[in-house]
């Protein structure tokens, strides 16, 4: 009889990590489900064991050799940790890059790997003013300067060399748009939680959302069956910011550009918020990624389009719009039943 | 009591509140705007036969209209503010453009303009073609009005999608908006997917250079680049149609250009025109000159194989074949053209 699958998956204490977890743990075809994390997870986990580690220490190779390790899962991803300032800033690429660097390094060296699965970013697109509308994954990363999207600029590359040197390995990058659901605690999500929503005055940049049940689903399925290769993951279907204000009822404080810099650094200081330069151009800009090779390569249809996850997101973290749409609605009622007997009052 | 005593007797026996004109059409063009009766109609255009139906929602005649005006008003109104409209993935926002930006674009179209559109049984009711036009006059006011001709004068009322250069996408304010009027920025990929997709896809491949030629020149092409569009044609196999503008050159028509100040404010040029900048901020009125456009015999690109993109000669000899189409088709209209303004 073949042996299941024995999972390790990084970033146990996220939300996503330990969903998908708890999901692989209660299937049958997989014998073994290890998290891993320097934080312990909050969350249930089913069968998953929990192994307390750095992604550096040597813990790691020695958990995947003698695990006997088969499915490597990437998701100690972040773009937003509770530290911030200078020190908060290259934490997190340390967490990012460095981490991966280690951990890609100590699966270079696992002779039981078969598939490599990476939580990347489509922030790898940048918002440049002069890219396209729409990207697809055939597209060359950014040259960015700084930031999230630098980050994983770099691990996507040590991804790639890892696969190159371990040709038999199934590599799976996939690019989530912005994640949102219960639990996800990201920038984005930070930023649409703030009681008014500044924006950069003059630009209204293109959003796109992933839910993260889609997300979960597409790391299970990358996990359960072959898929090598980069997909973009994101609910169908586009919004403005200025849509996503409008939704959440939240009203919008435009900011004139040259002010921006400086209310990032109130943010930074004050709302312990990291705002980075590749943040500030994508309120500016905007991105939007191709599904396409999703639907059509990868055969996974997102159950949630962009709006609907927005929506899910507002109802679950209760964001109540100031004017709810009933109330507009009844206005509207109201000023049609005005015009009609003024209409009907001019006949007199 | 006589027949008119019993009529009247009617009319001013009904219920006050639900006073109705009889607005029945007048031989002199009006509209009837005597009392109605119990029939809808007044003593005068009721025959006696069966009454219209009762309409609920609107009034009758100019009451009506200004209801619904005023209902279609709040409705997008409310669609606004509670975000409840679509936008496609290049952004662009229809609910918008037709319901605000094309009423505000008409009266430049209609009465400033007076733009009068022909051959526009040459553009397809569906399915996607790349419209290439001449452009000229600082400004791209000829995009616009070409936007508006295709979505007021066609019968299937078509979106143009423009694809604009990297300057107008990234200006403030004016970059979103052109960005939710259908335009995106000119690349390869995202030009043969909207072609793909059945869009209408307009550009104007003479660019800065055309747009900023001075009024010596007026009418002579430019340029028409690296023949970018013909490679988009042949990938996405749908035909190009070739568009003539008349009237675009002589808006702001350039008499020079202030080289340096354009470097300074990172600009293709800074032209200096008869209204600007001697008329201050009246200068950046556009002249009133009457504009034709007009939508050429499409050029059908589906015979070529497909790795016919690859092949620069016959890129550049079809680049040239619809300069050369365009040019004459300018030729001909100023030809036929009897005065600028008028």
Redesign the interface.
Known sequence: MPDGWRVLVTGISGVLAARLARSLSEHDGVDEVIGVDARLPVHDLGRTRIVRSELTSPVIPEVLDRERIDTLVHLAINSARDDTGPQGRARIRELNVIGSMQLLAAAQRSPHLRTVILKSTTAVYGSEPGNRALFSEEVTTTESKAGYAKDMIEVEGYARAFSRRREGVVLTVLRFANLLGSGIDSAFARYLALPVIPTVLGYDPRIQFCHTDDAVEVLRQACLDTRPGIYNVAGPGVLYLSQVARIAGRPTAPVPLPLVEGLAGVFRRVRHMDVQADQLQYLSYGRVADITRLRERFGYEPRYTTRETLRAFLDEQGIRPLVGESSWLRLEERARELTRRIAAGDDR | MTEQQRNLADVIAID??????CAQPLPSGGTCRNWAGPSGLCQIHDDGTDPPPADEAA?SGD??A??EF??NL??F??R????????????F?RDLTENIILPLARPLYRSYFRVRATGLDNVPSTGGALLVANHAGALPLDAIMTKVALLDEHPAHRNLRELAG?LA?????I??LA??TGN??A?D??AV?LLADGELVGVWPEGYKGIGKPYSERYKLARFGRGGFVRVALQARRPIIPVAIIGSEETYPIVGNVSWLARLLNLPYFPVTWQFPWLGPLGLLPLPSRWLIEFGTPIDVSEYPPDAVDDPMLVLELSDRVRDTVQQMLYRNLMGRRSVFF
């Open positions: 006050r509140s639900a006073r109705r004109r009034g009451a009506g200004l209801e005023v209902a709040l409705a109104l409310r606004r503010v509670t975000g409840d409209y679509d936008i496609d993935v290049y952004g926002d990297d996408l990234r200006l403030p304010g970059g979103a960005r939710k995106t920025l690349h990929d995202d997917r």
